[in-house]
């Protein structure tokens, strides 16, 4: 298997996942900033010219969330359970991509993105609009997670791995955080994984944005 990947949000949570597994993927770097990702190469792999995507034989897989739902299942892991809680690990993957990912990740973008790629600062007006729907959700996944280890209970699953992926990057982008013990508890469990604290493969992780 190969996972073509950059030191940017989604492939972080593939890289850990395929990190945390220990999967026996080849990791190639794809540098964003000289546009690797928008060759007509890249772009036969994957026509929306994004990170992460996983070749495996034949079959071709784009989407940071399918591509570890196939991780984990070629693994035999339960991070992608056999049982009921397959449907609990779609809600929490669908409810991050339409609700808690888009507020979170703007922070990131203007925080990160813009500075890194694009040679901009952050806008302010663009993170006080984002600010009360981040605020929201948050409260959403903070009283979820109130008596649970993780979002299905004990069991770790890739939804944690999904939800949680912006939260190495709330000093760097003030995540609004304080209001939500429950999250920064979970996430400092996640942060106890070795793979979620460093998982870039070693030549690119001393760059990681």
């Known amino acids: 298997m190969k996972l073509y990947y950059s030191d940017t949000l989604n492939p972080r949570k593939v890289c850990a996942l395929a990190r945390h597994l220990n999967s026996p993927v080849e990791f190639i770097w794809v540098d964003l900033a000289k546009g690797e990702h928008r060759t007509p190469q890249y772009r036969a ?10 070749v495996d034989g034949g079959l071709v897989l784009w989407e940071s969330n399918a591509i570890m ?3 984990a299942e070629k693994a035999g892991s339960d991070l992608w359970p056999r049982d009921e809680r397959r449907i609990e690990v779609m809600r929490w993957l669908m409810w991050d991509a339409t609700e808690f990912a888009p507020p979170a990740s703007t922070f990131y ?5 813009k500075p890194r790629f694009l040679r901009r600062e952050a806008d302010p007006v663009e993170i006080a609009r984002v600010t009360p729907d981040f605020e929201r959700y948050a409260g959403v996944l903070e009283g979820h997670l109130t008596g649970r280890r993780y ?6 699953s890739v939804a944690d791995f999904a939800v949680a992926i912006t939260l190495p990057y709330a000093g760097q982008t003030g995540l609004p955080l304080q209001a939500f013990p429950e ?16 998982p870039f493969p070693t030549l690119q992780a ?3 944005a």
């Not at 973008?109 to 993105?113: C, L």
């Not at 979002?151 to 770790?156: A, K, T």
Request: net charge neutral; proline share 7%; hydrophobic share 50%.
């Open 183 to 198: 999250i920064r508890r979970w996430h400092a469990q996640l942060n106890e994984l070795p793979a979620w604290r460093e």
């Open 69 to 71: 739902c196939h991780l």
């Open 206 to 208: 001393a760059g990681a």
């Open 109 to 113: 973008f203007e925080h990160v993105i």
């Open 45 to 54: 792999m994957n026509p929306n010219a994004k990170v992460p995507v996983l």
């Open 151 to 156: 979002l299905l209970g004990d069991g770790l």
